[in-house]
């Protein structure tokens, strides 16, 4: 391997084509979520990073939603249509056209395999090169059974062997197939159009490249990844697994990166959750994509973020919810049951407890007491409600939108403030209080009276 071909651009290919019956859905296996991503993208992801220089994902007939989520997250790929379910290779041969089109080598990918890393990806196409024109992805498993497993003479990958077709010598490997497989661009299209169905399901089967690139006087040769990186997904038990996996990598790069987690396997992550330097996360936090969390900052117990920012310094929880669009500032405070919803908080700004503040902008150094609601919604449309820097809003308020309160306007305790508020001005909408003295007392004489 020549150090120019192993930064040699490749072709990926994913077969995403497969439905997933155990899964017990309605929706194709590939797309079940795992941290917060679908699984093809997951493997998208991965082989972006592992530098693949284009994409083709073989989709079955009539999914469309696999198509999408394929052009969402890769939004240069192409997709290719696999109408019958005839083997690994015929759903690669479904990428033909491409193949065809140049020498470029092929990583062929399971949509499936939502766990494989880049560097796995890139080792196993670095194999090509020389003589070598398949190389394939094998791993040790506990328990071999059911596995095809990989012959090795040598260096050189001799063959693969399934289950039924191996001896007893052949049975005790315990190198096993993972399924990913790289064909050098200048081979890749003769040796898949050589496979031919000759087994009892009249399938085309990937694995039988081995053999025909050994028949054609090339050389195949295998790399080794853990059995956790290379397991598929096909129920939802095996979903759990993965997303147990998953997480604890997560878990072990935030801890890496300079984040504490104080109980790490009661936090879970999103793939793409982004943790500062000297971040602190309490127990029982969920991540939900999109997240960014600035140095600094502390996140409570029992909190839920989503599609949001918290600067650096800023103090969120326990028991906070911040949904898309939530902004929160430089040492700003978001206390116990607050939620936001698509609001900026300036920095310093505080809403300790017991508020919702959706479609919003809190200026810098505001308060927002317990209790206050921003009316963001009138059954149709959403209008957006600005607290200016250092006002205050008192306990118990509701703020309709659209309004705007003034830089140091002070809002008493209660009040349903439905017009602009003038800057260091005080509003007050309430009814005005009317004491009768001795009222209580005649109230309960008489209805004791009554009841006798």
């Excluded at 080794?224 to 038990?237: I, K, L, W, Y």
């Excluded at 921003?374 to 309004?403: E, H, I, R, W």
């Excluded at 602009?420 to 004791?448: I, S």
């Amino acid at each position: 391997m020549t150090a120019s071909h192993a930064v040699a651009p490749f072709r990926a290919i994913v077969l995403a084509a497969g439905e997933g019956t155990r899964m017990q859905s309605a929706m194709p296996k590939v797309l079940h979520r795992i941290a917060g991503r679908s699984m093809v993208a997951h493997v998208l992801h991965a082989l972006e990073a592992a530098g693949a220089r284009d994409v083709v994902v073989v989709v079955g007939p009539d999914r469309a939603d696999v198509a999408d989520e394929a052009r969402r997250v890769a939004p240069g790929a192409v997709l290719r249509e696999q109408r019958e379910r005839l083997g690994t290779a015929h759903a690669v041969l479904a990428a033909r056209d491409d193949i065809a089109a140049d020498n470029v080598d092929i990583v062929v990918a399971f949509g499936d395999t939502p766990l494989i890393q880049p560097e796995t990806l890139a080792r196993l196409h670095g194999l090509l090169g020389g003589n070598v024109a398949v190389a394939v992805l094998g791993f040790e498993a506990a328990n071999p059974f059911g596995y095809g497993r990989l012959v090795r003479h040598g260096e050189d990958l001799a063959a693969i062997r399934e289950e039924k077709d191996a001896d007893e010598a052949e049975r005790a490997i315990t190198l096993c197939n993972a399924g990913l497989m790289a064909l050098s661009g200048a081979h890749a299209l003769s040796i898949l159009e050589r496979i031919e169905p000759n087994n009892a399901k009249g399938e085309f089967y990937l694995t039988d490249a081995v053999d025909i690139a050994r028949g054609l006087g090339l050389r195949a040769a295998v790399t080794v990844a853990p059995e956790s990186e290379v397991m598929g997904v096909n129920d939802r038990a095996q979903l759990a697994v993965a997303e147990a996996e998953i997480q604890r990598r997560l878990r072990r790069a935030a801890m890496l990166g300079g984040a504490t987690l104080q109980d790490p396997d009661s936090v879970y992550f999103s793939a793409d959750t982004r943790l500062g330097r000297d971040v602190t996360v309490e127990p029982h936090v969920v991540f939900g994509p999109g997240v960014t969390v600035e140095a600094g900052a502390t996140i409570h117990a029992f909190s839920h973020l989503e599609g949001a920012i918290v600067r650096e310094g800023a103090d969120i929880g326990p028991y906070a919810r911040l949904r898309p669009g939530a902004d929160v500032g430089a040492k700003a405070r978001v206390g116990n049951f607050v939620e936001l919803k698509n609001t900026v908080m300036g920095a310093g700004a505080k809403a300790n407890h017991l508020a919702y503040l959706g479609d919003g902008v809190v200026g810098e150094g505001a308060n927002i007491g317990a209790g206050t609601i921003f009316c963001n919604y009138d059954g149709f449309g959403k209008a957006k409600t600005v607290v200016g820097k250092g006002a205050f809003v008192g306990s118990n308020s509701s703020l309709v939108a659209p309004v705007t309160l003034g830089d140091g306007a002070y809002i008493g305790t209660g009040s349903v403030i439905t017009a602009d508020v003038a800057p260091d001005a005080l509003a007050l909408a309430r009814g005005r209080q009317v004491e009768k003295p001795g009222w209580a007392a005649e109230f309960r004489a008489r209805n004791a009276s009554r009841k006798k």
